[in-house]
């Protein structure tokens, strides 16, 4: 497959057009320090939707949506029975997020149909935007859940009933803001997936490359942790007396760091999460509850990790009296993208005469799932210190506009194909 003398082998994206975008999706859901609080499922992350729905329907694309509010809208092609050449990411953020997680991918490809409607150019194959719903896992885990159920990965019965902490269900919440469409998950046809991402690491900006051509996805499991002690006074009960849940969880999370670096240099772990119950300052904590999360780019690897820090936490829990529950809350295998789509996204930045290299990815997308429906694969653009998962998360105009005129090269190739 090639553009060459096609129409659309020379158009280009208008960089100062996605830029825009980028920081007006940015005002909805402001974090506290210049980034994003837009979680998934909340009246911000609906906000979100309706502006990115409202710009799909200014360049004349179809607006669908699944019951998972995943949103799709179609750019018609020259022949609508081909099926289409897929294209987007998340506009849901973390806690305390950045401006361009997820929220890149979703306007980069919205970049692509401006570009053509301006361009009056229409593929062969139709090109659908699609803004997955929950991609982070923070509010509800496990991340890319509705990907994963468009996937066949999870159920969607599974899905609607996971629960926040404040045990709302993701299933009322999607119908509460008004997002929980009418079409059926995962029955739309796709004959290709590509997804525009920041690295959030510091590879590329380190080697000064500007596109990364993502082969692969490391492996993930998340393992949420229970730990269960007695409550006592922190003042009188005498240390051999103690069931110290607290004192647990700490230990665990030192084994969680010591098999992460057993396992080096791939290997990464840590926990994010951690709720003390009941949390007070002069009482032994009664009952932890964490999440583990631990990579790596091999699966017998990381299924070794796996084994060896439920046996290191069980053990732990003995030592200590504690009773200990350990439930897997979110996993997925390394993956491995297509390589024609990679070939393409390769050929692209070469064409574009940008540097690049091929990369793993170090966090989890929903590409990755979407990988196992459809020839998929990713293009990244480098960040500012590698920083991502914080209100600092920065890249620049130009790292964004040569990722989407890769993004717009690859898709097109593949929409003529
Ligand atoms: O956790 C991840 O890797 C992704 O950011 N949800
Ligand atoms: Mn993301
Ligand atoms: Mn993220």
Known sequence: MTLQGKAGANLRIDGDRLWAS??????????????????????ADAEGRRLFQSWCEAVG?????????NIFARYE???PSLAPIMVGSHLDTQPTGGKFDGVLGVLGALEILRSLQEAGIRTRRPIEVVNWTNEEGTRFSPAMLASGVFAGVHTQEWAYAREDAQGKSFGDELLRIGFRGSEPVGKRPLHAYFELHIEQGPILEDEKIDVGVVTHAQGLSWLQVTLTGRESHTG????????????????????VNAVALKNAPHAVGAIGHQDFYPNSRNIIAGRAVFTIDIRHPKKPVLDGMEADIRAG???????????IEIERVGHFDPVQFNE????????AAKTLGLSHRDIISGAGHDACWINRVAPSSMIFCPCVDGLSHNEDEAITQEWATAGANVLLQAVMEWAEG
């Open 313 to 323: 936490a069980e053990a732990i829990a003995a030592a200590l009296g504690l009773g």
């Open 236 to 255: 009188s009960t005498p240390m051999p007396k103690r069931l110290d849940a607290g004192l647990g969880a700490a230990r665990v999370t030192e084994l």
């Open 22 to 43: 980028l920081m007006d999706m940015a005002e909805i859901g402001p974090g506290v320090r210049g980034g994003n609080n837009r979680q998934t499922l909340t009246d």
């Open 77 to 79: 092609g020259t022949d």
């Open 340 to 347: 024609a789509c990679v070939a393409s996204v390769r050929r």
């Open 61 to 69: 694309a179809t607006i669908s949506i699944d019951t998972m509010g």
